[in-house]
């Protein structure tokens, strides 16, 4: 029997409410399976990864900590995918962004002043953008892939990090440790709310979550982007540069990863470390897409993808769960979300219907 999937006229928001339900609850009910397979508890560690992160302040502090960063990259990424431009290399970009920032502690250790982090963040976003100008040339003018441009340019940001870390900028009293001297304080951002490790850069994110929303909402600019991923011949026709698309997409999604960066380095990290690469960027991605690549929809699934980051620590020690079924729970969310999605936009329709 054929079958084919149509595209709906128009997706009800009923549909739309009902897919993002059955979502959490496939993936939810397919990782208590498979944590059972794994040997742990399955009520226990749902309950430490989806609960846990919400019983104390604490934990909740740590929460808005990881959503700071998801939330300030997957803006940056959902501007490119909403046209059609896939920067997947917002990992390689947030490590130049924590290199470019760390430059000024690192090379000026006893400077004191104001002006120290602020500068970090402008560099952090500069260095971001360079790495993405990368795949942005060579997409424009070589008409090379950015997803593997961007992918492959992760691996190399993560060589970078680990020459310098284990050459010039290694830490001389730092017991062999591949790590930076520690920053002097006024290199750290100012914390946010006291008594946590919460700093400033949740408002970085929120403001670029304001500002992704005017631009993609609200501006002729956003429109043309959009317009040139749904319909680039008709963008075209309309005098749309589809180059600039490309370069645009790329060096906002750039900026945003390398700010991200920089706040880590300059925030919890207070140093260069391997560990400020641990997989935001590619988080971001899942988070992105989970927000239906939409400003506010980003806002609410970057805090669901921190809270499972946190809930995946507690469950690791009160459930013994391995770290990578963390990830896999991630993944399982964007693959039942997708499927959810399509069969929102679209109906499966077979026999004679399908032929058609």
């Known amino acids: 029997m054929r079958a084919r999937l149509i595209r709906r006229e128009r997706a009800s928001a009923r549909a739309a409410l009902f897919g993002i339900l059955a979502t959490l609850a496939l993936s939810v009910v397919t990782s208590g399976v498979l944590f059972a397979a794994l040997g742990a508890p399955p009520l226990r560690a749902l309950h430490a990864l989806l609960i846990d992160p919400f019983l104390s302040w604490g934990s909740f502090s740590e929460v808005l900590l990881k959503m700071a960063p998801l939330l300030m990259i997957a803006q940056g990424l959902a501007i490119g995918f909403r046209a059609k431009v896939f920067n997947i290399g917002a990992e390689g970009q947030l490590i130049l962004g924590a290199i470019f920032a760390s430059a000024i502690p690192i090379w000026f250790p006893t400077a004191t002043g104001g002006w120290i982090w602020p500068l970090m963040m402008v560099l952090g976003a500069l260095g971001g953008m360079l790495w993405a100008a990368i795949p942005a040339y060579w997409r424009s003018h070589l008409n090379a892939s950015e997803i593997l441009v961007t992918l492959m340019l992760s691996l190399v940001a993560a060589q970078l990090l680990n020459y310098l870390l284990l050459g010039p900028w290694?830490?001389?009293?730092?017991?062999?440790?591949?790590?930076?001297?520690?920053?002097?304080?006024?290199?750290?951002?100012?914390?946010?709310?006291?008594?946590?490790?919460?700093?400033?850069?949740?408002?970085?994110?929120?403001?670029?979550?304001?500002?992704?929303?005017?631009?993609?909402?609200?501006?002729?600019?956003?429109?043309?982007?959009?317009?040139?991923?749904?319909?680039?011949?008709?963008?075209?026709?309309?005098?749309?540069?589809?180059?600039?698309?490309?370069?645009?997409?790329?060096?906002?999604?750039?900026?945003?990863?390398?700010?991200?960066?920089?706040?880590?380095?300059?925030?919890?990290?207070?140093?260069?470390?391997?560990?400020?690469?641990?997989?935001?960027?590619?988080?971001?991605?899942?988070?992105?897409?989970?927000?239906?690549?939409?400003?506010?929809?980003?806002?609410?699934?970057?805090?669901?993808?921190?809270?499972?980051?946190?809930?995946?620590?507690?469950?690791?020690?009160?459930?013994?769960?391995?770290?990578?079924?963390?990830?896999?729970?991630?993944?399982?969310?964007?693959?039942?979300?997708?499927?959810?999605?399509?069969?929102?936009?679209?109906?499966?329709?077979?026999?004679?219907g399908a032929e058609a």
């Open 170 to 352: 290694k830490d001389p009293a730092g017991f062999n440790f591949p790590q930076s001297v520690m920053f002097q304080w006024d290199a750290m951002l100012p914390t946010l709310l006291p008594g946590t490790r919460v700093n400033i850069s949740l408002l970085f994110a929120l403001a670029a979550t304001l500002a992704a929303w005017l631009y993609m909402q609200h501006s002729f600019g956003g429109y043309r982007l959009l317009v040139g991923g749904l319909a680039p011949r008709a963008a075209s026709y309309a005098g749309f540069s589809e180059n600039r698309a490309i370069w645009l997409s790329l060096l906002i999604g750039g900026a945003a990863a390398g700010l991200a960066g920089a706040a880590e380095v300059a925030g919890p990290l207070g140093q260069l470390q391997r560990s400020v690469s641990t997989g935001y960027g590619y988080s971001a991605i899942i988070v992105a897409y989970l927000g239906g690549l939409n400003p506010i929809g980003i806002l609410f699934s970057s805090f669901l993808l921190a809270a499972l980051f946190i809930g995946g620590d507690s469950a690791m020690v009160s459930a013994g769960l391995p770290v990578a079924a963390v990830r896999v729970v991630q993944g399982l969310l964007l693959v039942f979300y997708l499927g959810g999605v399509t069969f929102v936009r679209y109906r499966l329709v077979f026999g004679k």
